[in-house]
């Protein structure tokens, strides 16, 4: 099993959309499975990313912003950050080894907006799985 962790500093869209891919896409692709933390950590996840996930079919239901901790490190076999633009201070590269997809942060973005960051997430996750993109 090929564990995924994305991280990001509120764990309130980009890296909870990354783990929704993964963990969709496990379905038709056996041995991988997603978690997703945040170095400070949300309240609440953010409401344009719920839905533009929501409308291509992958839902959102159940997840809820978390704190990354040392076990989510351990269980890792690879751990990726979403870009660190948002907080520089709070950049998960500063505490641990990660591969950086330097995405922009969704949080106040619109629809429109968030879809980009979707589509590209959606991409990067496709590549990394060895999928076809769509």
């Known amino acids: 099993m090929k564990t995924v962790l994305f991280v990001c500093v509120h764990n309130a869209g980009r890296s909870q959309m990354a783990e929704a891919f993964v963990n969709h896409f496990a ?32 839902s959102m239901e159940g997840h809820a912003p978390k704190l990354l901790t040392q076990e989510m490190v351990d269980r890792a076999d690879t751990i990726i950050s979403m870009g660190c633009g948002v907080d520089a201070e709070a950049c998960p590269a500063k505490f641990i080894l990660t591969e950086d997809w330097e995405l922009e942060d969704p949080a106040g973005q619109g629809p429109d907006s968030v879809r980009v960051i979707r589509d590209q997430i959606d991409a990067r996750v496709r590549q990394m799985m060895g999928l076809d993109a769509k």
């Open 27 to 58: 379905a038709s692709r056996p041995g991988w499975k997603a978690e997703s933390a945040g170095t400070v950590g949300g309240k609440t996840l953010n409401p344009n990313a719920v839905a533009v996930m929501a409308e291509l079919g992958i």
